[in-house]
């Protein structure tokens, strides 16, 4: 089992809609959790940080399910330029070798 | 622009020579990160700096990776006698102690071995 995994989709939704995504992480003594988005050929960019109460940021919204060892990413209302792959990263224990990426989930939005 | 710079953008290379890459991080943050990027997958770790101290090396990397941060500023990743297999994204990032690994990245470095 990989140590974080993702649906590498691709989610391809009309702009307007609302899309979710999870990801699911192996170590239950995960300690931190982040989603980054990626647009194609550029480097990844923190879109917010995950805490275990949830949080929200506009119109993303993110959620830590520490009993079942999954983060999600709600993104409502999508535009066009919410078009790009979304990264799950976590941060398995207190060392930056341990932060591991996802190998993201491509999300397409159609006019 | 204070963002984390990388030079060269691009590196075409022939198989055996050696290169270098220079990583310039946001100037406030003293941790730095190095990591390799291929089609299709995340990011992959392959070492962390705080200020001039490599503290963590990946597995991952072979003993033709050296990384250097001689003065807790920037940064410099070389590899010897390039192999075809190390063709991918370079990835720098740096983040603030105090910030629990918000790390913010560079451009990166497209390295093409032929």
């Known amino acids: 089992r990989k140590e974080v995994e993702q649906d590498p989709g691709p989610f391809n939704v009309p702009e307007g809609a609302t899309v979710a995504f999870n990801c699911t992480y192996s170590?239950?003594?995960?300690?931190?959790f982040f989603w980054y988005r990626q647009d194609c050929r550029k480097e990844p960019k923190l879109l917010m940080s995950?805490?275990?109460s949830g949080n929200e940021d506009g119109r993303f919204t993110a959620q830590l399910n520490r009993a079942s060892q999954y983060i999600s990413l709600l993104i409502r209302d999508s535009k066009l330029s919410d078009s790009a792959t979304y990264l799950c990263v976590v941060n398995m224990d207190s060392s930056a070798s341990k932060i591991i990426f996802g190998s993201g989930t491509r999300l397409s939005i159609r006019p | 622009d204070t963002g984390v710079s990388q030079d060269p953008r691009h590196k075409i290379t022939k198989r055996g020579q050696n290169v270098t890459f220079r990583c310039d991080p946001i100037?406030?943050?003293?941790?730095l990160y190095w990591y390799r990027q291929t089609l299709g997958q995340g990011p992959e770790f392959l070492t962390y700096?705080?200020?001039?101290?490599?503290?963590?090396k990946s597995r991952l990397l072979s003993d033709r990776f050296s990384a250097e941060r001689p003065k807790g500023s920037f940064s410099t990743l070389e590899i010897q006698r390039t192999e075809q297999g190390d063709s991918a994204m370079y990835l720098c990032?740096?983040?603030?102690?105090?910030?629990?690994?918000?790390?913010?990245f560079g451009p990166g470095t497209r390295l093409t071995v032929t």
């Open positions: 700096f705080q200020n001039e101290a490599q503290l963590e």
């Open positions: 990032a740096s983040s603030l102690a105090r910030e629990s690994y918000e790390q913010y």
């Open positions: 100037s406030e943050h003293n941790r």
């Open positions: 995950v805490y275990s």
């Open positions: 170590n239950s003594a995960s300690q931190s």
